[in-house]
């Protein structure tokens, strides 16, 4: 299993841009899916972009547009560009990456980084 840990969160204004990273201790390469995943106060965890093996991603409606998830294997390391931010967008953004596999599979969680978007 890998450890994650993300990085790139802050307080941004409105319309403004952040760019988070989740820095893996292990190699991405055969890690089948990464993900990136909020939470807002008093709502549940939900998955914000994700991105497949081969490089194939899905959004959640509310960021399709303004946000781009990608990999770089080389670097172990997952990227979320944020753009044109909303206050409904403060959370706290969780990276997950999920290995499929009887023996070797594994689902493991960063511990997170808080986003804040206000004037």
């Known amino acids: 299993q890998v450890q994650l840990v993300e990085s790139g969160g802050g307080l941004v204004q409105p319309g403004g841009s952040l760019r988070l990273s989740c820095a893996a201790s292990?190699?991405?390469?055969?890690?089948?899916?990464m993900a990136w995943y909020r939470q807002a106060p008093g709502k549940e965890r939900e998955l914000v972009a994700a991105?497949?093996?081969?490089?194939?991603?899905n959004y959640a409606d509310s960021v399709k547009g303004r946000f781009t998830i990608s990999r770089d294997n080389a670097k172990n390391t997952v990227y979320l560009q944020m753009n044109s931010l909303k206050a409904e967008d403060t959370a706290v953004y969780y990276c997950?990456?999920?290995?499929?596999?009887?023996?070797?599979?594994?689902?493991?969680w960063g511990q997170g980084t808080q986003v804040t978007v206000s004037s």
């Open positions: 292990g190699s991405i390469f055969s890690i089948n899916t």
């Open positions: 991105i497949t093996s081969g490089r194939s991603t």
């Open positions: 997950n990456a999920v290995k499929i596999g009887v023996i070797t599979g594994f689902n493991a």
